[in-house]
Nanobody, 118 residues
Framework: QVQLVESGGGLVQAGESLRLSCAASESIFRFNVMGWYRQRPGKQRDMVATISTRGTINYADSVKGRFTISRDNDQNTVYLSMHSLNPEDTAVYYC????????????WGQGTQVTVSS
């Protein structure tokens, strides 16, 4: 069973930065896409950023220019560098990995809380 373990969340003030990490239990080359999603209180889970095996990157409009997703294939880890955080970024952030061609499987981490105070 694939395990994704997030870390790096915490409480910061508006304008500060955080870097989230997502460590996979196996080679991330097996995943077509990895990414970060977030769920704000009372809201649905939304895509924040994704990165494919080929390096194609997508960002939600709300984080463009502030967040950067990257991957370290040797460490089997995906990162989310977050800058200029604001209270609207407060959410539980989840790591996601998608594998497969004909049968698609999605894996989720347990989530890490990010709280931004004003």
């Amino acid at each position: 069973q694939v395990q994704l373990v997030e870390s790096g969340g915490g409480l910061v003030q508006a304008g500060e930065s955080l870097r989230l990490s997502c460590a996979a239990s196996e080679s991330i080359f097996r995943f077509n896409v990895m990414g970060w999603y977030r769920q704000r209180p009372g809201k649905q889970r939304d895509m924040v950023a994704t990165i494919s095996t080929r390096g194609t990157i997508n960002y939600a409009d709300s984080v463009k220019g502030r967040f950067t997703i990257s991957r370290d294939n040797d460490q089997n880890t995906v990162y989310l560098s977050m800058h200029s955080l604001n209270p609207e970024d407060t959410a539980v952030y989840y790591c996601n990995a998608v594998a497969g061609t004909f049968t698609i499987r999605a894996y989720w981490g347990q989530g890490t809380q990010v709280t931004v105070s004003s």
